[in-house]
Protein backbone atom coordinates (compact mmCIF):
# COMPACT_ATOMS: atom_id res chain seq x y z
CA UNK A 1 0.00 0.00 0.00
CA UNK A 2 1.37 3.27 -0.83
CA UNK A 3 2.33 6.29 1.58
CA UNK A 4 -0.66 8.10 -0.19
CA UNK A 5 -3.18 5.63 -0.18
CA UNK A 6 -3.12 4.91 3.66
CA UNK A 7 -4.04 8.43 5.10
CA UNK A 8 -7.36 8.39 2.80
CA UNK A 9 -8.23 4.72 3.73
CA UNK A 10 -7.83 5.75 7.32
CA UNK A 11 -10.13 8.70 6.86
CA UNK A 12 -12.88 6.57 4.96
CA UNK A 13 -12.28 3.63 8.15
CA UNK A 14 -12.99 6.44 10.56
CA UNK A 15 -15.46 7.79 9.22
CA UNK A 16 -17.19 4.52 8.41
CA UNK A 17 -16.64 3.52 12.30
CA UNK A 18 -18.19 7.23 13.21
CA UNK A 19 -21.21 6.16 11.13
CA UNK A 20 -21.14 2.69 12.01
CA UNK A 21 -21.47 3.84 16.11
CA UNK A 22 -23.59 6.77 16.46
CA UNK A 23 -26.20 6.30 13.85
CA UNK A 24 -28.18 4.26 15.57
CA UNK A 25 -28.15 6.65 18.14
CA UNK A 26 -30.88 8.11 18.10
CA UNK A 27 -33.75 9.79 20.46
CA UNK A 28 -35.29 6.65 21.20
CA UNK A 29 -31.56 4.57 21.81
CA UNK A 30 -30.24 7.50 24.32
CA UNK A 31 -34.07 7.15 25.69
CA UNK A 32 -33.83 3.05 26.53
CA UNK A 33 -30.08 3.41 27.28
CA UNK A 34 -30.87 5.84 29.56
CA UNK A 35 -33.57 4.34 31.87
CA UNK A 36 -31.65 0.71 31.75
CA UNK A 37 -29.03 2.03 33.05
CA UNK A 38 -30.73 3.92 35.67
CA UNK A 39 -32.12 0.35 36.71
CA UNK A 40 -28.90 -1.40 36.62
CA UNK A 41 -27.21 1.06 39.06
CA UNK A 42 -27.87 -0.80 42.24
CA UNK A 43 -27.06 -4.14 40.69
CA UNK A 44 -23.39 -2.95 39.40
CA UNK A 45 -22.75 -1.34 43.13
CA UNK A 46 -23.65 -4.76 44.66
CA UNK A 47 -20.88 -6.57 42.27
CA UNK A 48 -18.45 -3.38 42.85
CA UNK A 49 -18.10 -3.61 46.47
CA UNK A 50 -16.45 -7.03 45.97
CA UNK A 51 -13.62 -4.75 45.19
CA UNK A 52 -13.48 -2.89 48.57
CA UNK A 53 -10.93 -3.76 51.49
CA UNK A 54 -13.40 -5.13 54.33
CA UNK A 55 -10.89 -8.14 55.71
CA UNK A 56 -11.75 -7.34 59.46
CA UNK A 57 -15.56 -8.04 59.02
CA UNK A 58 -14.88 -10.91 56.88
CA UNK A 59 -12.55 -12.73 58.90
CA UNK A 60 -15.21 -12.09 61.80
CA UNK A 61 -18.18 -13.34 59.40
CA UNK A 62 -16.03 -16.38 58.43
CA UNK A 63 -15.34 -17.06 62.14
CA UNK A 64 -18.16 -16.99 63.97
CA UNK A 65 -21.98 -16.90 61.20
CA UNK A 66 -20.43 -17.06 57.01
CA UNK A 67 -20.91 -20.96 57.16
CA UNK A 68 -24.10 -21.32 58.73
CA UNK A 69 -25.26 -18.98 56.45
CA UNK A 70 -23.99 -20.84 53.81
CA UNK A 71 -25.34 -24.45 55.29
CA UNK A 72 -28.77 -23.44 55.96
CA UNK A 73 -29.12 -21.55 52.56
CA UNK A 74 -27.80 -24.58 50.55
CA UNK A 75 -30.10 -26.97 53.06
CA UNK A 76 -33.24 -24.54 52.44
CA UNK A 77 -32.63 -25.09 48.55
CA UNK A 78 -31.93 -28.82 48.36
CA UNK A 79 -34.99 -29.16 50.28
CA UNK A 80 -37.38 -26.86 48.63
CA UNK A 81 -36.11 -27.98 44.94
CA UNK A 82 -37.02 -31.61 45.82
CA UNK A 83 -40.20 -30.74 47.27
CA UNK A 84 -41.19 -28.16 44.38
CA UNK A 85 -40.12 -30.73 41.88
CA UNK A 86 -42.19 -33.62 43.36
CA UNK A 87 -45.16 -31.97 44.54
CA UNK A 88 -45.46 -29.66 41.20
CA UNK A 89 -44.91 -32.02 38.29
CA UNK A 90 -46.90 -34.41 40.01
CA UNK A 91 -50.13 -32.63 40.81
CA UNK A 92 -49.44 -31.30 36.79
CA UNK A 93 -49.39 -34.77 35.60
CA UNK A 94 -52.60 -35.55 37.78
CA UNK A 95 -54.31 -32.65 36.26
CA UNK A 96 -53.70 -33.04 33.03
CA UNK A 97 -53.42 -36.46 31.81
CA UNK A 98 -56.10 -38.40 34.11
CA UNK A 99 -59.52 -37.97 34.42
CA UNK A 100 -61.22 -37.98 37.70
CA UNK A 101 -64.17 -36.19 40.09
CA UNK A 102 -63.45 -32.43 40.41
CA UNK A 103 -60.25 -32.57 38.21
CA UNK A 104 -61.44 -29.31 36.41
CA UNK A 105 -61.95 -27.29 39.56
CA UNK A 106 -58.40 -28.45 41.46
CA UNK A 107 -56.52 -27.51 37.95
CA UNK A 108 -57.67 -23.96 39.02
CA UNK A 109 -57.38 -24.04 42.97
CA UNK A 110 -53.67 -25.71 42.80
CA UNK A 111 -52.19 -21.87 41.60
CA UNK A 112 -54.05 -20.71 44.88
CA UNK A 113 -51.28 -21.07 47.33
CA UNK A 114 -49.30 -18.38 45.14
CA UNK A 115 -51.55 -15.81 46.57
CA UNK A 116 -50.41 -15.66 49.72
CA UNK A 117 -46.52 -15.03 50.63
CA UNK A 118 -44.87 -17.45 52.48
CA UNK A 119 -44.62 -15.18 55.84
CA UNK A 120 -48.00 -15.13 56.00
CA UNK A 121 -48.35 -19.00 56.46
CA UNK A 122 -45.50 -18.80 58.71
CA UNK A 123 -47.37 -16.77 61.19
CA UNK A 124 -50.97 -18.86 60.48
CA UNK A 125 -49.29 -21.85 61.50
CA UNK A 126 -47.29 -20.66 64.35
CA UNK A 127 -50.64 -19.36 66.20
CA UNK A 128 -52.17 -22.48 65.01
CA UNK A 129 -49.56 -25.51 66.23
CA UNK A 130 -47.68 -23.61 69.19
CA UNK A 131 -48.80 -25.10 72.49
CA UNK A 132 -51.58 -22.58 73.24
CA UNK A 133 -52.84 -22.74 69.75
CA UNK A 134 -55.89 -24.26 68.51
CA UNK A 135 -54.24 -27.31 67.06
CA UNK A 136 -52.63 -28.66 70.41
CA UNK A 137 -55.15 -27.47 73.01
CA UNK A 138 -57.56 -29.59 70.56
CA UNK A 139 -55.02 -32.76 70.76
CA UNK A 140 -54.63 -31.99 74.05
CA UNK A 141 -58.81 -32.26 74.66
CA UNK A 142 -58.89 -35.55 72.80
CA UNK A 143 -56.55 -37.10 73.99
CA UNK A 144 -56.55 -36.04 78.05
CA UNK A 145 -52.73 -35.47 78.04
CA UNK A 146 -51.32 -32.39 79.52
CA UNK A 147 -48.44 -29.99 78.75
CA UNK A 148 -45.21 -31.58 78.19
CA UNK A 149 -46.75 -35.22 78.25
CA UNK A 150 -46.35 -35.59 74.31
CA UNK A 151 -43.61 -34.35 71.89
CA UNK A 152 -45.00 -32.26 69.09
CA UNK A 153 -42.41 -30.59 66.39
CA UNK A 154 -41.51 -27.14 66.55
CA UNK A 155 -42.13 -25.14 63.02
CA UNK A 156 -39.83 -22.54 63.66
CA UNK A 157 -37.32 -24.34 62.12
CA UNK A 158 -35.14 -25.48 59.31
CA UNK A 159 -37.60 -28.07 58.46
CA UNK A 160 -40.82 -26.18 59.00
CA UNK A 161 -39.22 -23.22 56.64
CA UNK A 162 -38.68 -25.50 54.24
CA UNK A 163 -41.92 -27.22 54.28
CA UNK A 164 -43.57 -23.81 54.14
CA UNK A 165 -41.70 -22.52 51.15
CA UNK A 166 -42.73 -25.42 49.42
CA UNK A 167 -46.02 -25.22 49.84
CA UNK A 168 -46.34 -21.55 48.72
CA UNK A 169 -43.46 -22.10 46.11
CA UNK A 170 -44.81 -25.50 44.32
CA UNK A 171 -47.25 -23.42 42.18
CA UNK A 172 -43.83 -22.20 39.85
CA UNK A 173 -43.60 -25.96 38.81
CA UNK A 174 -47.23 -26.93 38.77
CA UNK A 175 -47.66 -23.82 36.20
CA UNK A 176 -44.58 -24.84 34.14
CA UNK A 177 -44.98 -28.32 34.26
CA UNK A 178 -48.71 -28.16 33.39
CA UNK A 179 -47.65 -25.97 30.23
CA UNK A 180 -45.10 -28.45 29.28
CA UNK A 181 -47.94 -31.46 29.44
CA UNK A 182 -50.01 -29.60 27.76
CA UNK A 183 -47.74 -29.21 24.66
CA UNK A 184 -46.84 -32.65 24.26
CA UNK A 185 -47.14 -34.62 21.40
CA UNK A 186 -49.97 -36.82 22.34
CA UNK A 187 -48.33 -39.25 19.83
CA UNK A 188 -45.45 -40.01 22.20
CA UNK A 189 -47.99 -41.15 25.28
CA UNK A 190 -49.42 -43.39 22.62
CA UNK A 191 -46.88 -44.87 21.59
CA UNK A 192 -46.24 -45.73 25.42
CA UNK A 193 -49.31 -46.72 26.02
CA UNK A 194 -48.82 -49.36 22.63
CA UNK A 195 -45.26 -50.71 24.11
CA UNK A 196 -47.21 -51.55 27.32
CA UNK A 197 -46.46 -48.76 29.39
CA UNK A 198 -49.18 -47.99 32.27
CA UNK A 199 -49.72 -44.41 33.69
CA UNK A 200 -46.98 -44.05 35.78
CA UNK A 201 -44.33 -46.07 33.23
CA UNK A 202 -45.15 -43.56 30.75
CA UNK A 203 -45.08 -40.44 33.34
CA UNK A 204 -41.68 -41.30 34.35
CA UNK A 205 -39.77 -42.35 31.18
CA UNK A 206 -42.08 -40.18 28.56
CA UNK A 207 -43.60 -37.31 30.14
CA UNK A 208 -41.25 -35.99 32.48
CA UNK A 209 -37.88 -36.00 30.11
CA UNK A 210 -39.99 -33.99 28.01
CA UNK A 211 -40.82 -31.65 30.74
CA UNK A 212 -37.91 -31.03 31.81
CA UNK A 213 -36.87 -27.69 30.34
CA UNK A 214 -40.46 -26.50 32.25
CA UNK A 215 -39.91 -27.90 35.22
CA UNK A 216 -36.02 -26.68 35.48
CA UNK A 217 -37.62 -23.28 34.92
CA UNK A 218 -40.16 -23.06 37.69
CA UNK A 219 -37.74 -25.16 40.71
CA UNK A 220 -35.64 -21.90 39.38
CA UNK A 221 -38.23 -19.47 39.98
CA UNK A 222 -38.77 -21.36 43.28
CA UNK A 223 -35.15 -21.20 44.25
CA UNK A 224 -34.66 -17.63 43.37
CA UNK A 225 -37.86 -16.89 45.89
CA UNK A 226 -36.21 -19.29 48.48
CA UNK A 227 -32.97 -16.84 48.34
CA UNK A 228 -35.21 -13.87 48.51
CA UNK A 229 -36.98 -15.25 51.68
CA UNK A 230 -36.60 -12.16 54.21
CA UNK A 231 -39.91 -13.04 56.92
CA UNK A 232 -40.11 -16.56 57.17
CA UNK A 233 -36.62 -17.17 57.63
CA UNK A 234 -36.06 -14.41 59.95
CA UNK A 235 -39.34 -15.22 62.08
CA UNK A 236 -38.21 -18.78 62.35
CA UNK A 237 -34.35 -17.52 63.66
CA UNK A 238 -32.65 -19.79 60.92
CA UNK A 239 -29.56 -17.85 59.42
CA UNK A 240 -29.62 -17.78 55.93
CA UNK A 241 -27.63 -15.09 53.77
CA UNK A 242 -30.56 -12.78 53.79
CA UNK A 243 -31.41 -12.31 57.33
CA UNK A 244 -27.48 -12.26 57.32
CA UNK A 245 -27.31 -9.32 55.25
CA UNK A 246 -30.25 -7.47 57.27
CA UNK A 247 -28.02 -7.87 60.45
CA UNK A 248 -24.99 -7.32 58.73
CA UNK A 249 -26.42 -3.63 57.95
CA UNK A 250 -28.54 -2.82 60.36
CA UNK A 251 -26.53 -4.53 63.67
CA UNK A 252 -23.27 -4.16 62.96
CA UNK A 253 -23.69 -1.19 60.72
CA UNK A 254 -21.19 -1.55 58.07
CA UNK A 255 -23.12 -1.15 54.74
CA UNK A 256 -19.84 -2.20 52.36
CA UNK A 257 -19.71 -5.81 53.70
CA UNK A 258 -23.75 -6.23 53.47
CA UNK A 259 -23.06 -5.30 49.98
CA UNK A 260 -19.85 -7.75 49.40
CA UNK A 261 -22.34 -10.38 51.41
CA UNK A 262 -25.41 -9.31 48.87
CA UNK A 263 -22.77 -10.06 46.01
CA UNK A 264 -22.20 -13.27 47.37
CA UNK A 265 -25.69 -13.93 47.33
CA UNK A 266 -25.87 -12.26 43.07
CA UNK A 267 -23.08 -14.86 42.20
CA UNK A 268 -25.29 -17.92 43.50
CA UNK A 269 -28.18 -16.75 41.66
CA UNK A 270 -25.87 -15.88 38.44
CA UNK A 271 -24.78 -19.11 39.26
CA UNK A 272 -28.03 -20.94 38.88
CA UNK A 273 -28.99 -19.44 35.71
CA UNK A 274 -25.59 -20.22 33.98
CA UNK A 275 -26.10 -23.78 35.58
CA UNK A 276 -29.80 -24.42 34.52
CA UNK A 277 -28.54 -22.96 30.55
CA UNK A 278 -25.70 -25.24 30.61
CA UNK A 279 -28.20 -27.72 31.63
CA UNK A 280 -29.54 -27.77 28.44
CA UNK A 281 -27.06 -26.39 26.40
CA UNK A 282 -26.80 -29.73 24.25
CA UNK A 283 -30.60 -31.02 24.83
CA UNK A 284 -33.24 -30.11 21.84
CA UNK A 285 -36.80 -30.23 22.55
CA UNK A 286 -39.37 -29.63 19.98
CA UNK A 287 -42.96 -30.02 19.56
CA UNK A 288 -44.88 -31.58 16.67
CA UNK A 289 -48.42 -30.27 15.93
CA UNK A 290 -50.91 -32.51 18.38
CA UNK A 291 -53.76 -32.07 20.17
CA UNK A 292 -53.80 -32.19 23.93
CA UNK A 293 -54.19 -35.50 25.06
CA UNK A 294 -57.43 -36.51 23.83
CA UNK A 295 -57.86 -39.83 25.98
CA UNK A 296 -57.02 -39.05 29.47
CA UNK A 297 -56.68 -42.14 32.44
CA UNK A 298 -59.67 -43.10 33.97
CA UNK A 299 -58.87 -42.99 37.64
CA UNK A 300 -61.70 -44.92 39.56
CA UNK A 301 -62.15 -46.00 43.30
CA UNK A 302 -59.27 -45.88 45.35
CA UNK A 303 -56.44 -44.12 42.64
CA UNK A 304 -59.20 -41.72 42.19
CA UNK A 305 -59.26 -40.89 45.90
CA UNK A 306 -55.59 -40.75 46.10
CA UNK A 307 -55.50 -38.17 43.11
CA UNK A 308 -57.82 -35.99 44.44
CA UNK A 309 -56.13 -36.00 47.79
CA UNK A 310 -52.50 -35.72 46.37
CA UNK A 311 -54.06 -32.38 44.69
CA UNK A 312 -56.10 -31.18 47.34
CA UNK A 313 -53.95 -31.45 50.08
CA UNK A 314 -51.25 -28.71 48.85
CA UNK A 315 -54.42 -26.74 48.39
CA UNK A 316 -55.81 -27.29 52.53
CA UNK A 317 -52.02 -26.55 53.24
CA UNK A 318 -51.28 -24.30 51.15
CA UNK A 319 -54.13 -21.76 50.93
CA UNK A 320 -57.36 -22.80 53.04
CA UNK A 321 -56.18 -23.95 56.45
CA UNK A 322 -53.99 -20.18 56.35
CA UNK A 323 -56.53 -18.38 55.15
CA UNK A 324 -59.08 -19.63 57.78
CA UNK A 325 -56.45 -19.20 60.41
CA UNK A 326 -56.13 -15.36 59.45
CA UNK A 327 -60.23 -15.12 59.38
CA UNK A 328 -60.19 -16.57 62.83
CA UNK A 329 -57.39 -14.27 64.25
CA UNK A 330 -58.91 -10.90 62.39
CA UNK A 331 -62.54 -11.96 64.06
CA UNK A 332 -60.42 -12.60 67.94
CA UNK A 333 -59.19 -9.48 67.11
CA UNK A 334 -62.51 -8.17 67.17
CA UNK A 335 -62.21 -6.69 64.01
CA UNK A 336 -59.24 -4.50 61.84
CA UNK A 337 -57.81 -3.01 64.28
CA UNK A 338 -57.40 0.83 64.77
CA UNK A 339 -54.08 1.50 62.13
CA UNK A 340 -55.03 -1.11 59.50
CA UNK A 341 -56.62 2.05 57.10
CA UNK A 342 -53.14 3.98 57.49
CA UNK A 343 -51.03 0.85 56.38
CA UNK A 344 -53.47 -0.24 53.68
CA UNK A 345 -53.54 3.08 52.02
CA UNK A 346 -49.88 3.11 52.81
CA UNK A 347 -49.46 -0.35 50.75
CA UNK A 348 -52.22 0.84 48.26
CA UNK A 349 -49.98 4.07 47.21
CA UNK A 350 -46.51 2.46 46.71
CA UNK A 351 -48.25 -0.10 44.58
CA UNK A 352 -49.99 1.76 42.57
CA UNK A 353 -47.52 4.35 41.67
CA UNK A 354 -44.69 1.67 41.44
CA UNK A 355 -47.18 0.25 39.02
CA UNK A 356 -47.84 2.92 36.91
CA UNK A 357 -43.95 3.81 36.45
CA UNK A 358 -43.08 0.31 35.77
CA UNK A 359 -45.52 0.10 32.89
CA UNK A 360 -44.84 3.62 31.70
CA UNK A 361 -40.76 2.65 31.36
CA UNK A 362 -41.96 -0.83 30.38
CA UNK A 363 -43.32 0.89 27.33
CA UNK A 364 -40.73 3.36 26.41
CA UNK A 365 -37.83 0.67 27.08
CA UNK A 366 -39.82 -2.11 24.71
CA UNK A 367 -40.77 0.98 22.45
CA UNK A 368 -37.25 2.25 21.03
CA UNK A 369 -36.15 -1.33 21.37
CA UNK A 370 -38.84 -2.25 18.71
CA UNK A 371 -38.35 1.36 16.58
CA UNK A 372 -34.32 0.06 16.63
CA UNK A 373 -35.65 -3.21 14.87
CA UNK A 374 -38.18 -1.47 13.02
CA UNK A 375 -36.23 1.56 10.81
CA UNK A 376 -33.23 -1.02 10.73
CA UNK A 377 -30.36 1.79 11.14
CA UNK A 378 -27.89 -0.39 12.54
CA UNK A 379 -27.52 -3.39 15.16
CA UNK A 380 -29.43 -3.38 18.00
CA UNK A 381 -27.90 -6.00 20.00
CA UNK A 382 -26.76 -3.68 22.93
CA UNK A 383 -30.18 -2.26 22.99
CA UNK A 384 -31.24 -5.77 23.66
CA UNK A 385 -28.36 -6.98 26.31
CA UNK A 386 -29.28 -3.60 28.30
CA UNK A 387 -33.23 -4.56 28.20
CA UNK A 388 -32.29 -8.28 29.19
CA UNK A 389 -30.21 -6.78 31.73
CA UNK A 390 -32.50 -4.22 33.82
CA UNK A 391 -34.40 -7.62 34.07
CA UNK A 392 -32.17 -9.26 36.19
CA UNK A 393 -33.92 -7.52 39.11
CA UNK A 394 -36.62 -10.06 39.06
CA UNK A 395 -33.90 -12.47 40.22
CA UNK A 396 -32.33 -10.80 42.70
CA UNK A 397 -33.26 -10.68 46.69
CA UNK A 398 -35.09 -7.85 47.97
CA UNK A 399 -32.69 -6.95 50.66
CA UNK A 400 -29.36 -7.45 48.09
CA UNK A 401 -31.77 -4.35 45.86
CA UNK A 402 -32.24 -2.49 48.86
CA UNK A 403 -28.53 -2.62 49.95
CA UNK A 404 -27.36 -1.42 45.98
CA UNK A 405 -30.31 1.08 46.13
CA UNK A 406 -28.67 2.49 49.56
CA UNK A 407 -25.35 2.88 48.48
CA UNK A 408 -24.78 5.09 45.83
CA UNK A 409 -28.10 7.17 47.18
CA UNK A 410 -26.26 7.51 50.33
CA UNK A 411 -23.50 8.67 48.13
CA UNK A 412 -25.44 11.37 46.11
CA UNK A 413 -27.19 12.47 49.20
CA UNK A 414 -23.46 13.58 50.56
CA UNK A 415 -22.97 15.80 47.38
CA UNK A 416 -26.34 17.27 47.34
CA UNK A 417 -26.10 17.74 51.07
CA UNK A 418 -23.11 19.86 50.58
CA UNK A 419 -24.49 21.51 47.96
CA UNK A 420 -27.27 23.16 49.94
CA UNK A 421 -25.17 23.87 52.74
CA UNK A 422 -22.82 25.82 50.39
CA UNK A 423 -25.41 27.00 48.16
CA UNK A 424 -28.17 27.84 50.12
CA UNK A 425 -26.75 27.82 53.70
CA UNK A 426 -29.04 25.12 54.77
CA UNK A 427 -28.29 22.50 57.68
CA UNK A 428 -27.50 19.23 56.17
CA UNK A 429 -29.53 16.29 55.80
CA UNK A 430 -30.80 13.58 53.49
CA UNK A 431 -32.70 13.90 50.38
CA UNK A 432 -33.40 10.84 49.20
CA UNK A 433 -32.72 8.18 51.44
CA UNK A 434 -35.06 6.72 53.68
CA UNK A 435 -37.90 8.89 51.01
CA UNK A 436 -40.67 7.27 48.80
CA UNK A 437 -38.69 8.12 46.17
CA UNK A 438 -36.13 5.17 47.68
CA UNK A 439 -38.14 3.25 48.04
CA UNK A 440 -40.19 3.21 44.90
CA UNK A 441 -36.91 3.09 43.30
CA UNK A 442 -36.09 -0.22 44.70
CA UNK A 443 -39.53 -1.78 43.64
CA UNK A 444 -38.51 -0.66 40.72
CA UNK A 445 -35.56 -2.38 39.84
CA UNK A 446 -36.69 -5.29 41.70
CA UNK A 447 -40.29 -5.89 39.36
CA UNK A 448 -39.45 -4.06 35.74
CA UNK A 449 -38.94 -7.85 34.85
CA UNK A 450 -42.36 -8.43 35.84
CA UNK A 451 -43.99 -5.67 33.36
CA UNK A 452 -41.80 -5.82 30.65
CA UNK A 453 -42.26 -9.57 29.70
CA UNK A 454 -46.08 -8.63 29.82
CA UNK A 455 -45.85 -6.19 27.62
CA UNK A 456 -43.66 -7.67 25.37
CA UNK A 457 -45.53 -10.69 24.37
CA UNK A 458 -48.33 -7.58 23.96
CA UNK A 459 -45.89 -5.98 21.89
CA UNK A 460 -44.97 -8.36 20.10
CA UNK A 461 -48.01 -9.52 18.39
CA UNK A 462 -48.89 -6.09 17.09
CA UNK A 463 -47.19 -6.46 13.16
CA UNK A 464 -44.85 -4.05 11.81
CA UNK A 465 -47.04 -3.33 8.93
CA UNK A 466 -49.30 -1.26 11.30
CA UNK A 467 -46.20 0.87 12.21
CA UNK A 468 -45.55 1.48 8.34
CA UNK A 469 -48.86 2.42 7.46
CA UNK A 470 -49.08 5.00 10.43
CA UNK A 471 -46.16 6.23 9.03
CA UNK A 472 -47.73 6.67 5.67
CA UNK A 473 -50.05 8.56 7.37
CA UNK A 474 -48.04 11.12 8.71
CA UNK A 475 -47.77 9.99 12.42
CA UNK A 476 -43.92 10.21 14.18
CA UNK A 477 -42.87 7.72 16.08
CA UNK A 478 -44.35 8.89 19.58
CA UNK A 479 -48.05 9.53 17.34
CA UNK A 480 -47.54 5.86 16.09
CA UNK A 481 -47.17 4.95 20.15
CA UNK A 482 -50.19 7.13 20.94
CA UNK A 483 -52.52 6.37 18.98
CA UNK A 484 -51.65 2.97 17.78
CA UNK A 485 -49.78 0.84 19.71
CA UNK A 486 -50.84 1.82 23.18
CA UNK A 487 -54.54 1.09 22.45
CA UNK A 488 -53.92 -2.03 21.20
CA UNK A 489 -51.47 -2.52 24.60
CA UNK A 490 -54.33 -2.22 26.57
CA UNK A 491 -54.84 -5.50 27.85
CA UNK A 492 -50.98 -6.02 28.45
CA UNK A 493 -50.86 -2.93 30.48
CA UNK A 494 -53.44 -3.43 32.44
CA UNK A 495 -51.94 -7.52 33.16
CA UNK A 496 -48.64 -5.77 33.77
CA UNK A 497 -50.03 -3.09 36.35
CA UNK A 498 -52.03 -6.19 37.93
CA UNK A 499 -48.72 -8.13 38.29
CA UNK A 500 -46.57 -5.47 39.88
CA UNK A 501 -48.69 -4.18 42.28
CA UNK A 502 -49.51 -7.52 43.59
CA UNK A 503 -46.04 -7.85 43.82
CA UNK A 504 -45.66 -4.32 45.57
CA UNK A 505 -47.84 -5.79 48.19
CA UNK A 506 -46.33 -8.42 49.29
CA UNK A 507 -42.75 -7.30 49.28
CA UNK A 508 -40.88 -7.31 52.66
CA UNK A 509 -36.81 -7.29 52.67
CA UNK A 510 -36.81 -4.56 50.59
CA UNK A 511 -39.38 -2.28 52.20
CA UNK A 512 -38.29 -3.36 55.34
CA UNK A 513 -34.58 -1.84 54.75
CA UNK A 514 -35.44 1.50 52.66
CA UNK A 515 -39.48 2.90 54.04
CA UNK A 516 -38.75 6.00 55.58
CA UNK A 517 -38.86 6.57 59.34
CA UNK A 518 -42.81 5.75 60.88
CA UNK A 519 -44.26 5.12 57.21
CA UNK A 520 -45.28 1.18 57.65
CA UNK A 521 -47.11 -0.94 54.73
CA UNK A 522 -49.86 -4.00 55.48
CA UNK A 523 -46.59 -6.19 54.83
CA UNK A 524 -44.35 -4.39 57.32
CA UNK A 525 -46.78 -4.49 60.18
CA UNK A 526 -47.82 -7.92 59.56
CA UNK A 527 -43.55 -8.89 59.97
CA UNK A 528 -43.67 -6.33 63.29
CA UNK A 529 -46.62 -7.75 65.11
CA UNK A 530 -45.55 -11.65 64.53
CA UNK A 531 -42.26 -10.46 65.25
CA UNK A 532 -44.03 -8.98 68.55
CA UNK A 533 -45.42 -12.40 69.57
CA UNK A 534 -48.87 -10.40 68.31
CA UNK A 535 -50.09 -12.34 66.11
CA UNK A 536 -53.76 -11.83 66.52
CA UNK A 537 -53.26 -7.82 65.06
CA UNK A 538 -50.98 -9.91 62.36
CA UNK A 539 -54.17 -11.55 61.09
CA UNK A 540 -56.40 -8.63 59.60
CA UNK A 541 -53.13 -7.26 57.76
CA UNK A 542 -51.86 -10.50 56.65
CA UNK A 543 -55.38 -11.53 55.32
CA UNK A 544 -56.02 -8.05 53.40
CA UNK A 545 -52.30 -9.24 51.32
CA UNK A 546 -53.82 -12.87 50.84
CA UNK A 547 -57.01 -11.10 49.14
CA UNK A 548 -54.85 -9.23 47.02
CA UNK A 549 -52.48 -11.62 46.06
CA UNK A 550 -55.74 -13.61 44.41
CA UNK A 551 -55.69 -11.68 41.34
CA UNK A 552 -52.82 -12.15 39.84
CA UNK A 553 -54.13 -16.01 40.30
CA UNK A 554 -56.82 -15.01 38.80
CA UNK A 555 -55.74 -13.42 35.71
CA UNK A 556 -53.01 -16.47 35.34
CA UNK A 557 -55.68 -19.27 35.29
CA UNK A 558 -57.58 -16.95 32.69
CA UNK A 559 -54.30 -16.42 30.77
CA UNK A 560 -53.49 -20.17 30.69
CA UNK A 561 -56.95 -21.10 29.67
CA UNK A 562 -57.34 -19.30 26.31
CA UNK A 563 -53.61 -20.16 25.26
CA UNK A 564 -54.95 -23.72 25.94
CA UNK A 565 -57.87 -22.96 23.86
CA UNK A 566 -56.09 -21.01 21.10
CA UNK A 567 -53.79 -24.09 21.06
CA UNK A 568 -56.85 -27.05 20.62
CA UNK A 569 -58.31 -24.65 17.78
CA UNK A 570 -54.74 -24.39 15.70
CA UNK A 571 -52.97 -27.49 16.45
CA UNK A 572 -54.51 -30.29 13.68
Avoid at 146 to 172: H, K, M, Q
Avoid at 219 to 234: I, K, Q, R
Avoid at 399 to 406: E, F, K, M, S, T
Wanted: glycine share 10%; with cysteine; charged share 10%.
Amino acid sequence: MSKLAWPTLSKQLGSSLGRIRFRWLNGWALLTLALTGLILIPTLTVLLSLFADERQVWEHLAGTVLGLYVRNSLLLMVGVAVGVVLLGSGTAWLVTMCQFWGRAWLEWLLVLPLAAPTYVLAYAYTDFLQVTGGFQIWLRRITGWGIGDYWFPNIRSLWGATLLLILTLYPYVYLSARLAFQEQSVACLEVSRSLGYGPWASFRRVALPLARPGIVAGTLLALMETLNDFGTVSYFGVDTFTTGIYRTWTALGNPVAAAQLSALLLLLVLLLIVGEQAMRRRARYYRQGCKPAASRYVLRGIRAVGAWLACGIPIGLGFAVPALILLNMTLRQGGLGRRFWSYAQNSLTLATVTAVIAVLVSVLVLYGLRMQALERVGSHWGLRLAVQLSSLGYALPGVVIAVGVLLPLGRLDQVLSHLRQVLFQQPPGLVLSGTITALIFGYLVRFLAVSLSTLEATLMRIPPSLDEAARSLGQGSLGTLWRVHLPLMAGGILGGMILVFVDVMKELPATMVLRPFNFDTLAVQTYRMAADERLAEAGAPALAIVLVGILPVILLNSRLGQQQRHSSRVDP
